[in-house]
């Protein structure tokens, strides 16, 4: 597949093949010993905070957007220097997949023009949950498309582990580099996560959750409490069944006892009789 960006020409993206004309002449944001001799990525802490953010409301599907900046150069050469970011507003998400819409490219645009006239589209970013920083066939796909100039960047953010990578064009291949951090104010750490809304709809499952288990707890012990009273029913009913029982075999055993005494007695008087007879 060959790739064509936006200048019309067919070719493998590669930051070193970066036009000078392009860039903007402006000093490098950070220390002079910083500065390395290649093309160098810098993003404001700011803007990798508003990333992060929104990267941290939802943990459980992936978020997308694109990173706002200006193609810079000092004396050394050309570097990226990323300002800001567009949330992907109306980007399709699922799980493990993340797709830029006719209307997120709108409105995009319109933020663009509204809030950045003077910026580029510099790359995107979009998040892993959970499954780590790479770039897979399908980011490969959309990397290639919309953000194929030499110096377009693409951002991968794991909000679970809090890994982080930028990848950079090199003969067409999106390789992991470094990135600098412009402190321009402080980073922003997980408590974000606690004021999210997604936290907030986890403790309503929770909450419902814990309300399910309840009544299931409730049937089960009313089950169980009915089931103890026919055991308790039963048993009892089979004492006293056991008891009558008893009581008819005593009186049974008792009635036949003077009827054997009778019997036994007049053997007896028999034999006396027969004795006297005989004595006559
Ligand atoms: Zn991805």
Redesign the pocket.
């Known amino acids: 597949m060959s790739d064509i960006n936006s200048q019309g020409k067919n070719c493998q993206p590669d930051f070193h093949s970066i036009s000078m004309e392009e860039c903007l002449s402006l000093p490098f944001p950070l220390s002079q010993d910083k500065r390395e001799g290649d093309f160098q990525v810098v993003i404001k802490q700011s803007a990798l905070n508003n990333i992060k953010k929104h990267g941290m409301q939802n943990k459980s599907i ?1 978020v997308c957007g694109v990173l706002v900046g200006r193609l810079c150069k000092d004396d050394m050469g050309a570097f990226l220097y990323i300002e800001s970011s567009i949330p992907g507003e109306y980007a399709t998400h699922k799980a ?3 797709t830029f819409t006719a209307e997120t490219w709108t409105y995009i645009s319109n933020q663009m023009e509204k809030e950045y006239p003077d910026k580029k589209i510099v790359g995107w970013y ?3 949950p959970g499954f780590g920083v ?3 066939e ?2 490969m796909f959309i990397h290639r498309h919309f953000f194929n100039l030499p110096w377009q960047v693409a951002f ?1 953010y794991d909000p679970c582990s809090q890994e982080q990578g930028m990848f950079l064009w090199i003969q067409g291949k999106a390789i992991a580099s470094t990135i600098q951090l412009e402190e321009d104010m402080p980073e922003e750490k997980i408590r974000i996560s606690l004021e999210n809304l997604d936290f907030k709809s986890d403790s309503r499952q929770l909450d419902k959750r814990i309300l399910k288990l309840e009544k299931r707890t409730r049937k089960m012990l009313y089950i169980f409490g009915i089931l103890m009273m026919l055991v308790v029913g039963w048993l009892s009913a089979m004492t006293y069944q056991m008891l009558e029982m008893q009581k008819k075999i005593m009186i049974e055993t008792k009635q036949e006892k003077p009827l054997q005494d009778i019997k036994e007695q007049s053997t007896e008087e028999k034999k006396q009789t027969i004795v006297k007879e005989q004595g006559k």
């Open positions: 992936e493990t997949q993340v979009h998040t892993h790479f770039l897979s399908m980011d991968v």
